[in-house]
């Protein structure tokens, strides 16, 4: 669910960071945003390292609309979507024929971004081929469409992600370390939730803020039990797995006091088994409507995970992990 969306037209630094939910007081969390006000005006490579959930494709639009290139694309892709075989193309296009599904000229992503920024995502799941491919765009801006023996050429600044530890991997051997230069010319890790010591509650009350307006529940509210749960979780998952959470508890709830799941199964367990049923089965439906939209919107898009989250307007790496979910049933 997106809330905000960016203002092309020149947004102040703090109303950037503020439309991609890079919320938090905490010291860490300040020290990022300041990073990311220098980074963006410097239009280098810039690889953004972090957690799942942490919030890199939000550091990465922020870095973009508070750039020289905010009124140009900004273009993103999530490597780990794409099969081997369809990252060039979907990176630097094709021509018509130059494989068998490859009925029409395609432009590329590249082409797309051209002017903007391409921001991938998942860097580290790029194949040695892919990855040799992107060092030569990088070296140069030069590129050929699959198929075609004519030089492109683009201006585009590239920002990487990803949630491995990219050097190490380059030590190992699985991640080429000359592209691991090119691309870390810039760096910024974003923080856990763990390391962001009280940004926890603030950003739950927030989230049950704009579900509350969403939703149309004014009087919505975070319980103290809940406050004190949140506190003590590990969030393995930041940002993404704290939204995640509000979000479920803010729909299960049947007064304003949104309670965490965690902690209303342990506060009622004492209560009468009729509403220990009744929450179980909404809880029941939630999986079943989830399993039943991610069969078929698979279904319809035969088994594309880019093209089912597009038309399901999710975050791909998100739906992704909901696909894997349910992954036993697909294959059933």
């Not at 669910?1 to 960016?6: F, H």
């Not at 750039?67 to 990176?91: M, W, Y």
């Not at 304003?256 to 009622?268: F, G, K, S």
Request: with cysteine; glycine share 8%.
């Amino acid at each position: 669910m997106r809330w905000l969306e960016p203002n092309r037209g020149g947004a102040t630094a703090m109303s950037a960071l503020f439309q991609y939910q890079l919320l938090g007081s905490s010291p860490a969390f300040r020290k990022v945003r300041l990073q990311i006000e220098r980074i963006a005006g410097i239009d280098a490579t810039v690889l953004i390292e972090g957690e799942t959930g942490t919030g890199k494709e939000m550091a990465a639009r922020a870095i973009h609309y508070l750039g020289q290139r905010k009124d140009c694309p900004f273009v993103p892709i999530n490597c780990g979507a794409l099969t081997e075989h369809l990252i060039e193309s979907e990176l630097f296009g094709h021509e018509r024929g130059a494989f068998t599904d490859a009925k029409t000229m395609s432009g590329g992503l590249i082409q797309a971004a051209h002017g903007g920024t391409l921001f991938l995502d998942e860097i580290d799941s790029l194949g040695h081929k892919a990855q040799a491919a992107l060092l030569r765009f990088l070296q140069d801006g030069m590129y050929r469409r699959v198929g075609s023996g004519k030089i492109q050429q683009a201006n585009v600044r590239v920002l990487v992600a990803s949630n491995a530890n990219l050097l190490q991997l380059a030590e190992d051997k699985k991640f080429r370390k000359d592209l691991y230069f090119r691309i870390s010319v810039l760096s910024l890790r974003m923080p856990s939730l763990r390391e962001r010591t009280g940004d926890a509650v603030e950003l739950a009350e927030i989230f049950v803020s704009r579900f509350a307006r969403h939703y149309g529940r004014d009087k919505a509210k975070l319980a103290p039990e809940s406050v004190a749960y949140i506190n003590s979780h590990e969030w393995p998952g930041n940002v993404r797995e704290l939204e995640n959470a509000v979000h479920r508890a803010f729909l299960l709830s049947d007064s304003p006091r949104i309670v965490l799941p965690d902690v209303a199964e342990t506060a009622e367990a004492d209560s009468p088994r009729a509403v220990q049923g009744f929450r179980a089965a909404k809880v029941e439906a939630v999986r079943q409507f989830e399993r039943s939209y991610v069969l078929q919107i698979m279904n319809e898009t035969g088994g594309n995970i880019t093209k089912a989250a597009r038309l399901a307007n999710q975050d791909p790496s998100a739906f992704g992990k909901l696909v894997r979910k349910y992954r036993s049933d697909l294959q059933a």
